[in-house]
């Protein structure tokens, strides 16, 4: 099983590490992020998947479904940051929905969310 390489291509852009860090990249795996990360910042998680199987033979590719979620001090902040995300892993990628905007009751931070799909080769 290889994971996406969502990491590597999103922070590869300019446009997404000026918006979410560079020392550190705040771009974390779910369950990785620090309790309370300076900035704004992402997590993302697998949230579904399957290998491609054949009749004969081994599945050549994966499809992955990923869930990516932005926080930020400002709504515009985590759109910005989300949209750059979305760009940044949109020729690698396809954004297959939106989730909704919400904002933290605890943390008051705001919440841009989005699904996307992405096949990796074995």
Known sequence: MKYPPIFQVATADPA???LIGESP???FLFGMAPEKPAG???VWQVINGSPDNYLAGRPDV???GLQVDVYATTAAGARAAGQAIEYAIELAAR???YNGETRDTESMLYRY???VDWIVQR
């Open 113 to 115: 969310s989005f699904d």
């Open 25 to 27: 990249v705040r771009f």
């Open 62 to 64: 994966e499809a992955y």
């Open 95 to 97: 954004v297959t929905s």
């Open 40 to 42: 704004t910042y992402c």
């Open 16 to 18: 997404v590490r000026a």
